[in-house]
């Protein structure tokens, strides 16, 4: 059993993929840990892009898009701004 900072308990089986379980586990709590650290400098960003599971090659045609629109004062266009999560300031 792992006991966590806010006692929280989480059974892990006992197997071979033990190990596998008590490494995933806490690689969640530690992704948990820097996102609700990270959270309010994240608030402060002037434009913040939605990272989801599509190819990368998506993600980067959004961000350049929506740099191009902060830099040049234009509206992003509707599919990339799907994908921008704050709005530009």
Do not use: N
Not at 47 to 58: F, G, N, Q, Y
Not at 65 to 83: F, K, M, S, T
């Amino acid at each position: 059993m792992i006991i966590t900072e806010d006692d929280q308990r989480h059974v892990v089986p006992a197997s071979a993929a033990s190990v596998t379980a008590v490494v995933t586990l806490a690689r969640a709590l530690i992704l948990r840990g820097l996102i609700d650290e990270r959270e309010p400098v994240y608030r402060h960003a002037d434009l913040t892009i939605a990272s989801r599971d599509v190819p990368h090659e998506k993600i980067v045609e959004e961000c350049i898009e929506a740099l191009h629109g902060r830099l040049c004062g234009e509206v992003a266009p509707p599919e990339a701004a799907a994908g921008i999560m704050g709005g530009l300031r």
